[in-house]
């Protein structure tokens, strides 16, 4: 059973940077999709950026690209989301989803997640 636990969320200005950090257990870096997503108050949850290990692609929400950087360190079962230059619209609670299996790109998995989700951890930028 994959188990992924996010963490890393806080409080910042806007202009300042967070890395979020999502901690796999059982899951394998050979076959997946994994990905950030985040709600607001109100909103439907989105996709925020993803990776996966079919095409070897990344993709990015329009709105965070060139801010958000997402990678993987496969010897920590980890995947991290570095956001810099945040802004007050990317306060949300961000959760990490994946899936340990192959055969999802990165943009299809991000509109359409499923798999095993985190708690969630909470991201608030002040204007």
């Known amino acids: 059973e994959v188990q992924l636990v996010e963490s890393g969320g ?7 940077s967070l890395r979020l950090s999502c901690a796999a257990s059982g ?3 050979d076959d997946y999709a ?9 909103k439907e949850r989105e ?5 996966s ?9 329009d709105s965070v690209k060139g801010r958000f950087t997402i990678s993987s360190d496969s010897a920590k079962n980890t995947v991290y989301l ?5 802004k007050p619209e990317d306060t949300a609670v961000y959760y990490c989803a994946a899936v340990n ?3 999802y790109g990165s943009s299809w998995y991000c509109r359409t997640p499923f798999g095993s989700w985190g708690q969630g951890t909470q991201v608030t930028v002040s204007s």
Do not use: H
């Open 53 to 61: 290990s079919s095409d070897g692609s990344t993709y990015y929400k």
């Open 34 to 42: 994994i990905g950030w997503f985040r709600q607001a108050p109100g």
């Open 101 to 103: 299996r192959g055969g």
């Open 47 to 51: 996709g925020v950026s993803c990776i």
């Open 82 to 86: 570095q956001m810099n230059s945040l």
């Open 27 to 29: 899951f394998t870096f």
């Open 10 to 16: 806080g409080l910042v200005q806007a202009g300042g």
